[in-house]
């Protein structure tokens, strides 16, 4: 007769959109979390339709089914880490909102705001709904530059700007614990990337590191927010987690630059594995 064991190891969970290019959405954070070493479960809000030319088409799932899927793994499983990417409606969000209410680990939440051809998915009064049912539930929130922007409504051209942002949004949140500002997108013509991590009633703090050239940058957001949550599964610190997910963002966008995985020539996608 089989016998639970009485501790069980964690499981990582992430929220997210298909992609069949398998570079970004839940293929890429399955993949970034079994690179890292942490378990991963997924549950899919979107089926997506895209390559490295772009996506075509997008189908969010029904709500309760996405819930559904959350709820028996979370019925199953120890899940102590739950990321959260592309959640396609609204309905989605107040569902998880509310499925979260009651959840105590950690629940870090990239902000995917718009299509990758830049359409918003969503507009200034939903924005303002998903800060109440989504991002109160949320302890640690990885906007880019754009999506920083869209969730203060203002145009941000400095790193100053950017933390003022941050600060502003940490502020209106009670459980939010940490913002990061990822300097990708910021400073764009600068030859090094400053990436910032501000946690709650603390100094901010800095990741400085060279710029690596590359055309294989699909899913940069994603893996990025799938690092931190396997890290943070491991080392339970904001900072050694920011710290050592810069590291392997470095190796993986450097692996991923001399490889050649689509036919188009660019946006192809990031090589997981250390």
Known sequence: ?????????PT???IAGSD??????IQADLKTMTAIGVYGAAAITCITVQNSLGVTESVPLEAGLVVRQVQAVVADHHVTHIKIGMIGT??????????LADYSGEVIYDPVLAST?????FNNSSLAELSTY???????????????????QQKITTPEKALHCAGTILARHEHLQAVIVKGGHLEPDRTDIHDYLIIKNQEVIVSKRRRIQSANLHGTGCTYASAFTAFHCREKDYCKTFFLTASYMDRIISKSSSISLVKSGFNGPLVHAL
């Open 134 to 152: 989504l991002i109160s539930k949320v302890t640690v929130l990885t906007p880019n530059c754009l999506e920083l922007e869209q969730l203060c």
């Open 90 to 99: 609204m309905k989605i969000a107040r569902a998880l909102g509310k499925l």
């Open 117 to 121: 051809t830049g359409q918003s998915l």
């Open 20 to 25: 069949p290019s398998g570079g970004a959405g």
């Open 12 to 14: 990582v969970m992430t």
């Open 1 to 9: 007769m089989y016998c639970p064991q009485l501790t069980l190891s």
